[in-house]
Every structure is written in structure tokens, then in C-alpha cells.
């Protein structure tokens, strides 16, 4: 069976959901946790995709130079060497932050604030003629947890989905490599835990219960979308799906 390398940065973080659409759709699952001191690989020999999981920690250093954590030099050299061999890639939220960051894109704290709980993005026009986000609806439900933001995407990447607050919500760089702003992967569960005791849902003055509960009130559309999605990014690490991106119809020319 074909494996899926999964880095969790963040112990609160798991693949949850994501993880059991991937399972479902043909594709084992190694999970590396080096927030625990598991090892990145040196390289993705053997592996037939990466996914790169959220966090709480910072995807740019310090302003001493300081990474947002110690194995994150390691992790994007693995994101620019998944692109460069055109390894099937997804980055969720911060990992969709660090694929950016990797390849000179830019990630800061965002002028937007904060943007948390359930939400919808709008896809760009470039989605249409993306082997997985073609068919996602044109404003899919999804989750938002983050306070940093893509403030610019690296150089070749298609924007594929955007909000009117925070421009860079999915993009894919190469052929292979999609980063997403948002989560797609927590359940209630995860929410309620990332609740509990907030300091940034205190912040902003948000009742933690209420944000569960509005969470947990989208699941199903967000399942509704974001399963077939991971199910066609299974598809195309197990060489099932046709990844060349469709063309647009030539109208012919009609004369006078």
C-alpha cells in the first residue's frame, strides 16, 4: 500500500479527519510527531505524498533568527524537495504557511486579525483548471483558526481561493503542492479542546461555547466538500487520477 508521510507539528493537531478520508481512499498513513523528537527524513524516498499539519507555532523566525520551531529548517527543506520531485503535497493552515515560507513566500502576523471559526473562502478562476480544487464548490464551507496570514504567495504560485480579510486562503505551487489557509480536518472534539482556556478566544471576546457550537454546526458541509478533495489528493498520490490540468474550450469563430 502507498504511504502518506504526515508531519504533526502540534500534539493538539492530529490528522483526525483528514487522516481517516485518506485511509478511506487507499493511502496508509505514517505519522511523524517531532514535536515529541520523532526525526524528519532526509528525503520523501518511498513516500508517496506529504501532508504538513497546523500549529501554534510561527512559520517565520524571531526577529533574532530564531525558527517558529526547532525542526522547521528541516521541514521546508522536505517542502522544497517534495516540489521539486513532484511528490503530491498539502499543507494545512500552518502547514500551508511553512510550504510558502519554504519557497521565499511571506507570512507574518496578519493586519487583519485574527480569524476564527467557521467561515467560507471563494475560489479564483485558476480553480477550474486545478486537478483538485476544480471541482470544490465556488464558496466552500470551511474552519479558520490562525493569526498569522500569507502575505504573499512565492513566485509561480496559482491562487486558487481567497476571502475579502485574507486574499491567500489556498494556492498551489508547482503541479503537485496545494497550501491551505484554513483547516479541514478537525472535528468537534479538536475545536472544543483548541476552546478550552483560549487565550485568543478571550482576546477577542468570544464565548468558547458558542464558537464549538457554530464549528460543529458546519461539520457536515465541510465534510461535504473537503472529503471528495482529499479523496481525489489520495487519487492522485496512488497515480489514480489524471493531475494534467483541463483547458478551457475553444469557442469557434462565428462570421458576418
Not at 504567495?153 to 503537485?176: I, K, V, W
Not at 458558542?210 to 466538500?225: G, N, T, W
Amino acid at each position: 500500500m502507498a504511504t502518506a508521510l504526515v508531519i504533526e507539528n502540534d500534539p493538539t493537531d492530529d490528522p483526525r479527519r483528514l487522516g481517516e478520508w485518506l485511509t478511506e481512499a487507499g493511502l496508509e498513513l505514517r505519522v511523524l510527531r517531532p514535536h515529541a523528537g520523532d526525526d524528519l527524513p532526509a528525503d520523501l524516498d518511498g513516500y508517496a505524498a506529504l501532508v504538513v499539519l497546523g500549529g501554534d507555532q510561527r512559520a517565520y523566525p524571531t526577529p533574532d533568527g530564531t525558527p517558529g520551531a526547532p525542526w522547521f529548517p528541516a521541514l521546508e527543506g522536505l517542502l522544497r524537495k517534495a516540489v521539486r520531485h513532484r511528490v503530491p503535497t498539502l499543507g494545512v493552515c500552518l502547514g500551508g504557511q511553512l510550504l510558502a515560507t519554504a519557497h521565499a513566500g511571506e507570512v507574518q502576523r496578519s493586519p487583519a486579525g485574527p480569524e476564527v471559526g467557521p467561515g467560507v473562502v471563494g475560489k479564483r478562476d485558476a480553480a477550474d483548471a486545478d486537478p483538485l480544487f476544480r471541482y470544490v464548490p465556488l464558496i466552500p464551507d470551511v474552519l479558520q483558526w490562525h493569526v498569522d496570514e500569507i502575505t504573499e504567495l512565492p513566485r509561480g504560485a496559482t491562487l486558487l481561493a481567497a476571502s475579502t480579510r485574507y486574499p491567500h486562503q489556498a494556492f498551489r505551487l508547482g503541479d503537485r503542492a496545494w497550501g491551505l489557509q484554513f483547516h479541514i480536518e478537525c472535528d468537534a472534539a479538536m475545536i472544543a479542546d483548541w476552546a478550552t482556556d483560549s487565550t485568543l478566544l478571550a482576546e477577542l471576546g468570544y464565548d468558547p461555547e458558542l464558537v464549538v457550537a457554530a464549528c460543529a454546526a458546519v461539520l457536515a458541509d465541510v465534510e461535504e466538500v473537503w472529503q471528495p478533495f482529499a479523496a481525489r489528493f489520495a487519487a492522485l498520490a496512488l497515480g489514480e487520477l489524471d493531475d494534467a490540468t483541463p483547458t478551457r474550450p475553444t469557442l469557434p469563430l462565428i462570421g458576418h
